[in-house]
């Protein structure tokens, strides 16, 4: 089984402070990382993903992301957040190619990141 | 844009009444996943369609189903809804490579159950 645990439900932040979302996941099986955001009343759109390779990952945005195996985390930052970066942000895993769980996202709770002028 | 559209944006339907949302993908888009999200969680999986036949599902009870056609459209049927049917419905799509895993996700159709 697989899950993911988003450590901060919200995250209050000054414009042009640099910013970190905390996000662990568990699993049995090798995986695949993704962050999404999601607007009010919008869906989700993929900001990053991790596949396989170099584990520092670039997103849009000025978004990335580090997937670290030992500590089993997959922490989002941007140096320096703008008003409009103010969204809902949703850490995922799903299993590798090799999984029959490929292509299934398992959902974080979400965190709220409200940046402030 | 993701080129994924969803309709209707908005539903409202009573308890014990049937549903069916759809969900219009990219040309090639042979894998559709739908979601439901309630309010203030995260998405949770009901099940992916792959070649119109179902190869995957959460933990959802049978009064979910879903349909997958040759066009690359999609539906989502719930019977008997239930007040906590109420969320927001998200149905996602990808082509099945050896590369890739990413999936482009609709707007979602918003359904209340008074």
């Known amino acids: 089984a697989q899950s993911v645990t988003q450590l901060d439900s919200q995250v209050p932040v000054f414009e042009e402070a640099p910013v970190e979302l905390r996000c662990n996941y568990s699993?049995?099986?090798?995986?695949?990382l993704f962050w999404y955001v999601q607007y009010p009343n919008q869906g989700l759109q993929l900001l990053l993903k991790y596949l396989s390779g170099s584990t520092l990952v670039k997103g849009i945005n000025g978004f990335e992301a580090e997937f670290n195996k030992s500590q089993t985390s997959f922490h989002l930052r941007k140096p320096s957040v703008h008003i409009s970066d103010t969204a809902e942000y949703f850490c995922?895993?799903?299993?590798?190619?090799?999984?029959?769980?490929?292509?299934?996202?398992?959902f974080g709770q979400g965190t709220t990141l409200q940046v402030k002028p | 844009e993701t080129g994924v559209t969803q309709s209707p944006t908005h539903l409202i339907k009573t308890r014990g009444q049937q549903v069916t949302l759809r969900c219009s993908s990219q040309?090639?888009?042979?894998?559709v996943s739908w979601y439901q999200q309630a309010l203030g969680q995260g998405p949770q999986f009901i099940f992916q369609?792959?070649?119109?036949?179902?190869?995957g599902r959460g933990n959802f009870p049978p009064r979910f189903s879903g349909l997958q056609f040759p066009n690359y459209s999609s539906e989502l049927n719930v019977n008997a809804l239930e007040l906590d049917d109420s969320a927001l419905y998200l149905c996602?799509?990808?082509?099945?490579?050896?590369?890739?895993?990413?999936?482009?996700f609709g707007p979602g159709t918003r359904l209340t159950v008074l």
């Open positions: 995922a895993v799903s299993g590798d190619s090799g999984s029959s769980n490929t292509g299934k996202l398992i």
């Open positions: 040309s090639g888009h042979n894998t």
């Open positions: 369609y792959y070649r119109e036949e179902e190869n």
């Open positions: 996602a799509t990808r082509r099945l490579t050896l590369s890739t895993d990413t999936q482009y």
């Open positions: 699993s049995s099986v090798s995986v695949y």
